[in-house]
Structure formats: structure tokens, C-alpha cells
């Protein structure tokens, strides 16, 4: 009951959340979005079809009017059709957020549980060689860019110069082991680069809870390294951990990546999300806005509820 | 047994984890032995194409990019389409059944299409069954670019020409009411009566803008139809990711014509080595599935073309010219280890680039002040003479462009081979004496403003041509760079006049210097395709004689007439065609154009399976 109220009362306080995000974002997208008219027209157009495009696309409807349809559109989650492929803007969503999905997902969470476990053992041994080693790791991770690590795991993994095992572009899948062969790349790339940022952070919140009473304590008692490690440290920093990890989601899902799908030719809602910015498709760009406001509502519930399973102390009132 | 045991486990462990995520990407899967069944005499025949970019949309109604024009020709049937091999490009028949019968004054064209063809099925028709072709459907497929609810980029073509059509859009588009200049005079006869004589209306029908759609698919997916293609061309669409692919199968009721090398245009100097005789007789489509992707990222799509057992054919990226090209000598040959492997062909593009400045800027054009006019002219000629071509096409297209005078590019018959080059040509003592002439100092000179899509080659071409204008005295802080976000902000800019000096391209939409000549035509100014805003009495009326002309040499003449005039008027700094390299495996038979034959040239691509290779 308690539980069911928090939420009611959460997703009450969301919606001047969502409002304030929806407004900032159509804002931007209003006066300093890209002008699609132009790219719609043919050759040669007569001041009565620029006017007629522009009132096809709305331009020509007070901002308030244009704001208030957006909310429509929210609510109802009918965002239209794109006014690039013509496509609705559902369906499209409906496509490419699995395929986002699939991509992403293994790359994130390899790349969460291997920054944890790095961030222990670094933690573990904090300023032995091994932290320096792990730590060093990191921050070539975090250093090169992302572009960078795409395009030489590209080199390294798939093309005829390199080892030539994976695809080098496509998502071909029927088949798990399709899945495997098109998705191993992209997660490796991922996993390389998120480590860097993960460990780093996840080493720090460890630490701080490595210097604690209770650790201290434990280790006075002689618990087993195993014990101290995941019984009292990594339990006790999950607040962190798992903040950082929730907050994510709303991107993985939503945004995907466009750097992985635009190189690996991956049809995902990233490389959909990027090419409606840089065209100024904005059924799609108001689609990903709203639905990432949502989504980030629903993860800041959630991670609250979270916050009361790991520690029975939070309180959800 | 317990590490085997341990190892199964995980592994069962991962299959559990992962396979609902790989379950998640794959759709509602694409089956192509299924789609072909009953017409695959083994395994399919696969070629994978690749494009630098991809279409917006596949209405017809929006075939404005090369992009479109790829993918609308090989899923619609147009009346016209270029013969495969023949350069100077040749325009033949396709649905039609031969070349129109014209009216002797010009203005009535009787056009026959082929009886007994066929659109594909598909649930927009009864029982799913995709039928005849028609009269009727050319004319509605026309029609649709003038019914004032839909958006269509194409109606330019055919706007102000054709009798009765614009006013039928603007009485508001009944589709039953007649047309009187576009009519299906039966079921197979289509007859068009024009307000005055056009002689490119027939390469108008060689343009995706042109395909010819079912209504009953227009009326089933509304604005879909833009994803959802419905046409009766030589592949039909099997599955479509916009910006990503698009993967064709054959159209399996695609009409037997055997192909004819001869009178595609067939040179045995100009085409031996490609293999291509092995495909005379045989009828399009040769492959089984076409796969275009779309791939914007140069090191992706080079990595995908040589991998070989993926993409089959790539343009060469600007980057990958010096490490393929043995020399830079035409012919063009490849090193090598690439000609191991690759076949390879490379073409003048069918356009050009060229530099204008607005002459709507009264700091640069026309002014109202005739001598200060008289002056801009000579800052005019002055920049263009400081204009480095040989260095632009050093430094951006590879050394390897054509640098030609004037706006008629060397791809078109009507370009003047012994025209002065002295337009293109850079003379710096030329170029100071016209600044002292028009009395320029450091002091008086205007800002020249340079636009351009934010980008790291539009910069630098920037910064190229500031250290041209600081050589003739301009200071680095009178040459100034406008940037704007995305290519619709630039757009948009250039559309509205805005801008000072704009660097653009061209493509040419059919093979007639008469789609470059407008360019620069007065009454097509901003929002207009004249960008430069130029507007010269004589050069419009010039422009307006040669527009109902049939090729003649005296069309010809006064084409060249008016590129004398543009050229005279300082009004663009032009031009350069780019040399086009394509390269695909060894085991395609192709000779690729990604120019005016375009889409049309993938009907004609065969793929040698591996026992024939």
C-alpha cells in the first residue's frame, strides 16, 4: 500500500517533470531546430506551395497551439508520421527500439558488472599494482575516442587487414548465433569504453565504503576477503551503483547508440533518433524527447523503490 | 566430466540470457527463399550494392535525390530509361513501346505503353493479386504531383507545361475530373498536349519522379505508400529500414526482354574486360535479391567492400583514391593488388561544383548605385580570378576533377571543348589590377561572407579560399564564414538570399544543358534553383528562345551564347566535374554509373556463383 501511494504520489510530481522537459526540448526544436520546407520543395517553388508546406508541416500554427498538439500526441502516444519517410512515427519506434535493445543491452550490462568487479578488485587493492594497472586501463578507456575505438574494432575484428571473424556491418539475425556474429563488435567497443568510466566511478564509491566503521570492524572479526568484498562493501555502495546504472536506461533505451548504428549499419532508434536532429523531423525528435521524460519518471520511481530493497532504512514517505 | 558439465552449464546459462535480447532484434524476419519460392533453380543469386546516402522517402512523389532515383527505377517502371552502356547518354524506351509520336508543332505527344504488365501483389488489391498496368495509372501517377495534399518535389517538371494540369490541382484534385493535356486515351495510349513546346518532357519520364503507382496502393497506405512500395519494376521490395537498407527480391512477373547489348550501347574498346558479354540474351533482373545499403561512413563502407563477403560494390571514398589508383593518368588503372580483385570504373559526373555569389547582395550584385555596380562587377571577376581551381582540385577531388569555363559541364554534347579557360584559369596580376580598377583597398572592401554546412571539408574549403582573397588584398578579417548546424539551415538560408558567396553541386536530372542553363535563369531566383539570384535580360531571353528548341546546332549555339554571357558577368566561379571511381568485386558483372543511368544499371548486374566463378 505504502508502495502503491509512493508511486501514485511520484508519478503526480512527474508530470511538471515531463512538462518542463517537453517545453525546454520543443522550445529548441521550434526556433533553433533545422527548417525542413525547403528540403520538402521541388524545384523552383511558388510562394503558395512554400505556404503550403509550411501549413502541412505546422509552422504556420502559434507556438501554443503546437505545444498543446505535442501533449496531445503524449498522451495519446500517436506521434503522427515522420515527415521525412513518411512512415509512422509507432512504427518506427516499435522497430528500431528492439533492435536498439538487442544491440545495447549486452554491451551495458557486461560493461556495469565487469566495472564492478574491476572496481573491487582495484578497491581491494588500492595503490598496489594491480589498482594502478586497472585503473590505467580506465582512463586509455575513457581517453579514446569512441570514434576511434569503433572504427579500429572494426579494423581489428572484422575487416579483411584484421582478424576478419565478425561482419562488418548489417543485422542480418534469424538466428542466435546471427545475433552473436552481429553483436559481438558492438559490445566489445561498448564494454571498452564504458569500463573506463564505470570502474572509475564504481572504484571511488567502493573505496569510501571501504573505509568505514563496519568494514573495519568486519575485518577485525576476520571475515573472508570474499566476504568483506560482497557482504559488506558492494552491498553497502549499491545506492550509487545502482543510481548510476537506472539513470542510463532511459538513454540505452530510448536514444540507443548512434555511433555503433550508424558504423555497424544497425537499424536502431540512435541512428533514427540523430538523423531526425539533423533533419528537423520533428514527429520523431518530440516522439524520443517525451518518451525519454516518461521513461526518466518511471526509472526515478523505480530507482527509489530499489533504493528501499537494497536498505531497508530508506523510507518511501 | 565436471568442468565439460560446468561449461554446459553456462553456456545453457548465456543461450537463456541472451536469445530473448537476439529474439527482440530480429523482427518479423525476411524469408527470400520464401518470397521466390517456386522461382529459384538453386541458391539465390545475391548482389549487395552500396550507396554514400540514402533516400528520404520511396514515394515517387519525392524521387529528389540519386538516392531515390536508385531504389524508385528498380521497383516502379518508368515510360523511359538510358540505355545501360551508351555515353553520350542515350534515352530508350522501357514501358513504353517505342519513342512518342510528336505533333509537328511540338505540343502533342502520343505515347504507347506495353501491354501485359504486371504490378506486383499485394493485399492493396483484390485476392492480393497486383494488376494490369494501364493508360490510367501513368496519369494518376502524374496527376498525384499536383493534388495540393500531397508534398511533391517533382511537379517543377511538369508545372506551367501541360494543359489543364496545374489548374486541376488548384480546383482541388478530383481524380475523376478529366485532364485535357493528360489523357489515357485507352487502355495502353496516353496522350499529352502542351501549352508550349518542352522538348526534355521525355527524360522527364525517365525520373523516378515519373514511376508509375497503383492507386488502390495509395489509397491502402496513405502517407505509408512512402515506405510500402507498389510498383511493377524489376525487384520489389522485401524489406525496408529507411537510412539503413533496403533488400529487393526479383520481381518475378517482370516482362522477358532478352537483353541486346548492341543497342545498349556495347563498345568492345570501351567494355572489354568487364564480362559483360556473358550477359547478352539473358532477361533482367540477373540476381535473385538486390541488398542496397546505405552507408554515409566512408572507413565503414570501404572496410564492408573489402572484407568480400559483403557489400559488392562501393564508390572509391576521397581517402582511398591515392591507395587504389596506380597513377592519376587517364585512363585511370588501379594498382595492382586492387585489380587482382576488383573491377573498376570510373566516369565524369554528370554536374559539376561551382562558387556563386549572391547577386541580390548589394555589397557584391546589383546595387542601386550603377557605379558602385560597375565596381562589384570588377571585385566580382577579381575574386574569380584569384579563384584556385588547379588547388581545389588538388586538395578536395583528389587532382582527378574536370575543370571546364562556364556552366555547360563536359558530360552534356552540348559542351564547347575550345572555350576560353581563362574564366578558370588563375591570374593573380589580373586579379589586382580589377581590384585597383574598381578602386579596392583594404579599407573599402565589403566582408565577403562564405556559407556553408558546419563541417571539417566545408571549413576547410573556406580557409582555402581566404588565403586566395588574402593574396589579392583582402584582410583575413573581411572573409568571413557563416556556418550553419545542418544542411536544412543552410537550405534555407540559400533559398531566402541570405548568403554572399555559396559553394554548391549540381546533378544533373537529365542530359541536357538546358538543366544547367536555369541555374542561372532570372525568374527562377530564390526560392528558386538559380541560387546567385543572376537576372540578365538578354541571357533570360536567350534562355526562353532555346527552351522550346529541339536539339539543333542552333540550340546548341545559343547555349553556349548564354554561357559566354554568365561567364562574361562574373556571376560564379565555375566549375569542376568530379571523376567518379566505382569499384566492384570481380565476381559482378557490371559496368556501374551512378549518374544518369543511375538505378536503371542494376537490372543489367549479374553475379557469377561460385561454380562459375
Excluded at chain 1, 579500429?152 to 575487416?159: G, K, L, P
Aim: with cysteine.
Amino acid at each position: 500500500m505504502e508502495m502503491l501511494q509512493y508511486t501514485l504520489r511520484k508519478l503526480i510530481t512527474g508530470i511538471p517533470l515531463v512538462l518542463g522537459v517537453t517545453l525546454i526540448s520543443f522550445v529548441l526544436m521550434v526556433y533553433f531546430g533545422p527548417d525542413k520546407t525547403y528540403d520538402l520543395l521541388g524545384k523552383n517553388p511558388t510562394p503558395e506551395e512554400i505556404a503550403q508546406v509550411r501549413h502541412q508541416l505546422g509552422y504556420d500554427q502559434p507556438f501554443v497551439v503546437r505545444y498543446l498538439d505535442y501533449l496531445r500526441e503524449l498522451v495519446t502516444l500517436d506521434f503522427g508520421y515522420s515527415d521525412s519517410s513518411g512512415e509512422r512515427v509507432g512504427s518506427i519506434l516499435k522497430r528500431t527500439i528492439p533492435v536498439s535493445l538487442a544491440v545495447i543491452l549486452p554491451g551495458f550490462i557486461l560493461g556495469n558488472l565487469l566495472g564492478v568487479v574491476l572496481a573491487l578488485v582495484a578497491a581491494y587493492h588500492r595503490g598496489g599494482w594491480i589498482d594502478k594497472l586497472i585503473m590505467a586501463g580506465s582512463v586509455v578507456g575513457m581517453s579514446v575516442s569512441f570514434l576511434i575505438v569503433i572504427i579500429a574494432f572494426q579494423v581489428i575484428f572484422s575487416s579483411s587487414y584484421g582478424l576478419n571473424w565478425f561482419p562488418v556491418l548489417g543485422w542480418d539475425v534469424y538466428s542466435f548465433w546471427d545475433y552473436l556474429r552481429y553483436v559481438t563488435v558492438p559490445t566489445l567497443a561498448s564494454v571498452f569504453v564504458a569500463l573506463g568510466y564505470n570502474t572509475r566511478f564504481y572504484r571511488a564509491v567502493i573505496v569510501e565504503e571501504m573505509g568505514r566503521d563496519h568494514v573495519r570492524t568486519a575485518r577485525a572479526y576476520g571475515a573472508s576477503p570474499a566476504e568483506l568484498l560482497f557482504k559488506s562493501i558492494l552491498k553497502n555502495s549499491l545506492i550509487p551503483i545502482i543510481t548510476r546504472i537506472m539513470f542510463s536506461i532511459p538513454l540505452v533505451v530510448v536514444s540507443g547508440s548512434l555511433l555503433i548504428e550508424s558504423y555497424f549499419g544497425i537499424p536502431g532508434v540512435g541512428k533514427v533518433a540523430f538523423d531526425a536532429i539533423t533533419t528537423g523531423d520533428q514527429p520523431i525528435l518530440k516522439a524520443v524527447v517525451g518518451l525519454t521524460a516518461v521513461l526518466f519518471v518511471v526509472v526515478l520511481i523505480i530507482n527509489d523503490i530499489l533504493y528501499k530493497v537494497v536498505d531497508p532504512r530508506v523510507s518511501l514517505k | 566430466m565436471i568442468p565439460i558439465t560446468v561449461f554446459q552449464a553456462l553456456r545453457k546459462a548465456l543461450v537463456l540470457a541472451v536469445l530473448p535480447l537476439s529474439l527482440l532484434g530480429c523482427g518479423a524476419g525476411v524469408d527470400v527463399e520464401k518470397a521466390l519460392e517456386g522461382h529459384l533453380n538453386g541458391p539465390p543469386k545475391i548482389y549487395r550494392h552500396s550507396l554514400a546516402g540514402a533516400p528520404a522517402s520511396l514515394d515517387p512523389l519525392n524521387s529528389a535525390t540519386m538516392y531515390a532515383n536508385t531504389i524508385m527505377t528498380n521497383v516502379y517502371d518508368t515510360l523511359y530509361r538510358y540505355k545501360y552502356l551508351a555515353r553520350p547518354y542515350e534515352i530508350t524506351p522501357n514501358l513504353a513501346t517505342g519513342m512518342p509520336e510528336v505533333s509537328e508543332d511540338g505540343l502533342t505527344y502520343v505515347f504507347r505503353i506495353k501491354p501485359g504488365v504486371y504490378f506486383i501483389d499485394d493485399p492493396a488489391f483484390p485476392d492480393g493479386k497486383g494488376r494490369e498496368l494501364t493508360a490510367a495509372d501513368f496519369v494518376y501517377s502524374i496527376q498525384r504531383h499536383f493534388d495540393p495534399n500531397n508534398r511533391s518535389q517533382g511537379s517543377w517538371l511538369w508545372a506551367g507545361r501541360i494543359i489543364g494540369l496545374d489548374d486541376w490541382g488548384k480546383q482541388g484534385a478530383d481524380y475523376n475530373a478529366e485532364v485535357e493535356g493528360l489523357k489515357a486515351l485507352d487502355r495502353y495510349t496516353i496522350q499529352i498536349k502542351l501549352k508550349k513546346p518542352y522538348p526534355q518532357l521525355i527524360h522527364t519520364f525517365a525520373q523516378g519522379f515519373s514511376a508509375i503507382v497503383p492507386r488502390e496502393a495509395v489509397a491502402r497506405y496513405g502517407r505509408e505508400f512512402a515506405v510500402h512500395p507498389v510498383g511493377s519494376g524489376p525487384f520489389r521490395m522485401l524489406r525496408y529500414e529507411p537510412g539503413t537498407y533496403a533488400l529487393m527480391v526479383r520481381n518475378v512477373k517482370f516482362r522477358q526482354e532478352p537483353i541486346d547489348l548492341q543497342a545498349e550501347g556495347f563498345d568492345p574498346k570501351l567494355h572489354d574486360g568487364f564480362g559483360l558479354e556473358a550477359i547478352q540474351g539473358k532477361a533482367p533482373p540477373l540476381v535473385d535479391v538486390l541488398k542496397i545499403d546505405f552507408i554515409k561512413q566512408s572507413a565503414a563502407q570501404w572496410a564492408s567492400f573489402t572484407k568480400g563477403n559483403e557489400i559488392q560494390f562501393t564508390g572509391v571514398p576521397v581517402e582511398q583514391v591515392e591507395e587504389v589508383l596506380a597513377s592519376k593518368q587517364r585512363p585511370l588503372k588501379l594498382k595492382p593488388e586492387y585489380a587482382e580483385k576488383y573491377r573498376m570504373s570510373h566516369a565524369i559526373e554528370a554536374g559539376f561544383v561551382h562558387t556563386d555569389f549572391n547577386m541580390r547582395d548589394p555589397a557584391i550584385g546589383y546595387n542601386d548605385d550603377p557605379e558602385r555596380e560597375k565596381r562589384n562587377k570588377q571585385l566580382r571577376c577579381a575574386i574569380r580570378a584569384a579563384f584556385d581551381w588547379e588547388d581545389r582540385n588538388q586538395r578536395f577531388y583528389s587532382g582527378i576533377g574536370v575543370i571546364f569555363p562556364g556552366i555547360i559541364p563536359p558530360v552534356v554534347p552540348e559542351f564547347d571543348p575550345n572555350l576560353s579557360r581563362e574564366s578558370v584559369t588563375r591570374d593573380l596580376d589580373k586579379a589586382r589590377a580589377l581590384m585597383r580598377a574598381g578602386g579596392w583597398t583594404a579599407e573599402n572592401l565589403p566582408t565577403l561572407v562564405y556559407g556553408g554546412v558546419a563541417s571539417v571539408t566545408t571549413r576547410q574549403m573556406f580557409e582555402q579560399f581566404r588565403g586566395w582573397m588574402k593574396a589579392i588584398g583582402f584582410p583575413e578579417e573581411k572573409v568571413v564564414f557563416d556556418s550553419y548546424a545542418t544542411f536544412g539551415d543552410f537550405n534555407k538560408a540559400v533559398k531566402q538570399a541570405k548568403i554572399m558567396i555559396v559553394g554548391m553541386g549540381w546533378g544533373l536530372d537529365y542530359p541536357d544543358a538546358q538543366n544547367t542553363l536555369q541555374l542561372f535563369y532570372g525568374p527562377y531566383g530564390s526560392p528558386g534553383s538559380n541560387n546567385s539570384n543572376y537576372n540578365n535580360p538578354e541571357y533570360n531571353r536567350l534562355y526562353e528562345q532555346a527552351a522550346v528548341m529541339q536539339p539543333s546546332p542552333e540550340r546548341t549555339r545559343i547555349y553556349r551564347k548564354m554561357n559566354e554571357i554568365m561567364i562574361d558577368d562574373c556571376v560564379s566561379n565555375t566549375g569542376l566535374s568530379r571523376d567518379r571511381i566505382m569499384m566492384w568485386h570481380k565476381n559482378v558483372i557490371s559496368y556501374a554509373d551512378r549518374q544518369i543511368v543511375g538505378g536503371f544499371h542494376l537490372r543489367f548486374v549479374d553475379v557469377l556463383q561460385k561454380e562459375e566463378n
